[in-house]
């Protein structure tokens, strides 16, 4: 499976953030992920 170059994730649930994360390293799906609990860091890095 190719791997999605970049992925963001934006929840303010923290423990959703924390699955997600696991899910991600496991999966290795992506190159890079990022995960941001405040809308105003995501929409920031955007």
């Not at 963001?8 to 290795?28: G, L, N, P, S």
């Amino acid at each position: 499976m190719e791997k999605i170059n970049k992925v963001v994730f934006i929840d303010d649930d923290e423990a959703t953030t924390d699955y997600h994360k696991y899910i991600v390293e496991k999966m290795q799906f992506a190159n890079e992920a990022l995960f941001f609990t405040q809308e105003e860091e995501a929409l920031k890095y955007l």
